[in-house]
């Protein structure tokens, strides 16, 4: 097993890069680029987990008969809550910006237009992209 300093990809902080002695060095080369440290991995895996339960979740209640929907709504409003808001705050982390732009707003917007979920996810991503870029503290 061989380490290195590496930079993180996307905060540009340090980070350890590890690889087999047998590994081809092309490998590495392609491979130390593409390094996070670890507090950036975990924020966007968190992001991306919550994303895809998110609009899952949403599908679901889309799909769902009159009928239906009136008995799972309560309890995808109630998961939608906690996915919305683990979302947000790694989207934070990613960002490093210094608060969080969360409120049961984003579960309730996801719950009215469920087939939208993508998009109201792309929507919250740049907003809040924009809110980082000019300092607004949300
Ligand atoms: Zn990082």
Not at 4 to 11: L, P, R, S, V
Not at 18 to 45: G, H, L, S
Not at 116 to 138: D, F, N, P, T, W
Request: with cysteine; proline share 3%.
């Amino acid at each position: 097993m061989r380490f290195a300093q590496a930079k993180c990809k996307f905060c540009g902080g340090s980070a350890t890069a590890q690889w087999e002695d047998a590994d081809p060095q092309e490998a590495v080369d392609r491979f130390i680029p593409m390094i996070a440290c670890n507090p950036c991995a975990d924020a966007y895996r968190q992001r991306n987990d919550s994303g895809s339960e998110i609009v899952s979740n949403c599908y679901r209640l889309s799909r769902a008969s009159k009928k239906e929907r009136a008995e799972i709504v309560g309890d995808i409003r109630t998961a939608l809550v906690v996915l919305t808001r683990t979302y947000a705050y790694a989207m934070m982390h990613i960002l490093r910006s210094q608060s969080v732009l969360w409120s049961e707003d984003f579960a309730q917007r996801l719950i009215e237009s469920p087939e939208k979920a993508s998009e109201i996810l792309r929507q919250y991503r740049a907003e809040v992209r924009r809110m980082a870029k000019q300092g607004i503290a949300a």
